[in-house]
T-cell receptor, first 114, second 108 residues
């Protein structure tokens, strides 16, 4: 079966622009989580969506937002890009939010802000 | 934030067992322990998870202590391709938070 698909794989944006990243979860998975990974901070949780509702949010500014559609696909948006937003953005999907549900990760979108 | 403590790095000889420890002394009764690994900026790859019993799959074994305050991931015959950062995570009934993990280097 298809895994978690993230598009695009690579992206270069200019400071001040905005960007939208897309994530298609594994078929049947209803939970989608987003992470930011940088060399200095490691894997940091951004937010989690379940059935189109944001369930949890990490410690990121309001410039980072997301949404989930009725087919469980998710997008995250970063507005007013800063150089420090350069990172690997990872999406993970899961059947649900309970502790016994593991995550499956996509390959990520590498965003470079210049 | 992360509820686990792992050594920052470990080495292992190729062909030998790699034993990666993890402390999770504040784990709650219904929280599962998960192990993932990440190879060179790819997405983290699921390895194994467990609640209280020891678990084994084709990749690894997971040994959880009786008091559930620590666990060990065992890669029985490490290969060079097992060189990666290994994350031990305690998953509550919401999001999954990652710590810094253990960088395992398998040496020939």
């Amino acid at each position: 079966k298809a895994g978690v698909t993230q598009t695009p794989r690579y992206l270069i944006k200019t400071r001040g622009q905005q960007v939208t990243l897309s994530c298609s979860p594994i078929s049947g998975h209803r939970s989608v989580s987003w992470y930011q990974q940088t060399p200095g901070q490691g894997l940091q949780f951004l937010f989690e969506y379940f059935s189109e509702t944001q369930r949890n949010k990490g410690n990121f500014p309001g410039r980072f937002s997301g949404r989930q559609f009725s087919n469980s696909r998710s997008e995250m948006n970063v507005s007013t890009l800063e150089l420090g937003d350069s990172a690997l953005y990872l999406c993970a999907s899961s059947w649900g939010t309970g502790s016994h549900y593991g995550y499956t990760f996509g390959s990520g979108t590498r965003l470079t802000v210049v | 934030d992360a509820k686990t403590t792992q050594p920052p790095s470990m080495d292992c000889a190729e062909g030998r067992a790699a034993n990666l420890p993890c402390n999770h002394s504040t784990i709650s009764g219904n929280e599962y322990v998960y192990w993932y690994r990440q190879i060179h900026s790819q997405g983290p790859q699921y390895i194994i998870h467990g609640l209280k019993n020891n678990e084994t799959n084709e990749m690894a074994s997971l040994i959880i202590t009786e008091d559930r305050k620590s666990s060990t991931l065992i890669l029985p015959h490490a290969t060079l391709r097992d060189t990666a950062v290994y994350y031990c995570i305690v998953r509550p009934n919401n999001d999954m938070r990652f710590g810094a993990g253990t960088r395992l280097t398998v040496k020939p």
